[in-house]
């Protein structure tokens, strides 16, 4: 029942996140709306106190941490990929602009993409965390979080927030 439900789900996301056409009374089309999948996530540098585990207890946002966004066919092939930067509270916005589904179902972005940290600035943080799965990648959550403007939508999926660790932690903060 729940995999019914979730299939149904998957193909409607589908239809809302792709571009449509109208036509208009003169029997041409035009595109009415241009609509995009976008992913979202916030990158941290983890306190020495949680080193280790998934906590963000007195983490702090990195501004300019490169994040990457992969997506994979359904046969296993990369079909995007693109490295983003985090603005200045380390929130990432990822337009995934260039992003085709060859199967609508299986290549849907809940399925088929992840979200990985790459780079951060801190030389004293900058070792990867496998916060929310950072190290392998980080699925997506669909969140029914939309962004409307004229002539323009989002449909915006998050990745958990994502860490990076200090590579100098002391004993005492294990």
């Given at each position: 029942m729940a995999a019914k439900h979730f299939s149904i789900l998957s193909v409607l996301l589908l239809l809302v996140a792709f571009p449509y056409t109208k036509g208009s009374a003169d029997g041409s089309k035009t595109t009415e709306k241009k609509i995009e999948v976008v992913v979202e996530?916030?990158?941290?540098?983890?306190?020495?106190?949680?080193?280790?585990?998934?906590?963000?207890?007195?983490?702090?946002?990195?501004?300019?941490?490169?994040?990457?966004?992969?997506?994979?066919?359904?046969?296993?092939?990369?079909?995007?990929?693109?490295?983003?930067?985090?603005?200045?509270?380390?929130?990432?916005?990822?337009?995934?602009?260039?992003?085709?589904?060859?199967?609508?179902?299986?290549?849907?972005?809940?399925?088929?993409?992840?979200?990985?940290?790459?780079?951060?600035?801190?030389?004293s943080c900058s070792l990867l965390s496998n916060v929310n799965y950072g190290l392998n990648g980080a699925p997506l959550r669909y969140e029914n979080k939309k962004l409307h403007v004229s002539k323009y939508e989002a449909v915006?999926?998050?990745?958990?927030?994502?860490?990076?660790?200090?590579?100098?932690?002391?004993?005492t903060h294990h």
């Open positions: 996530a916030t990158v941290y540098c983890q306190s020495c106190d949680h080193f280790g585990t998934w906590s963000l207890i007195g983490a702090k946002p990195i501004p300019a941490a490169r994040v990457s966004v992969t997506c994979k066919s359904h046969n296993g092939r990369v079909n995007y990929y693109k490295v983003f930067e985090t603005d200045k509270n380390g929130y990432l916005y990822a337009p995934l602009e260039g992003f085709k589904m060859q199967h609508y179902i299986l290549d849907h972005p809940l399925h088929s993409c992840y979200v990985k940290p790459v780079w951060s600035p801190l030389e915006i999926y998050a990745a958990g927030p994502l860490a990076f660790h200090p590579s100098e932690c002391s004993l």
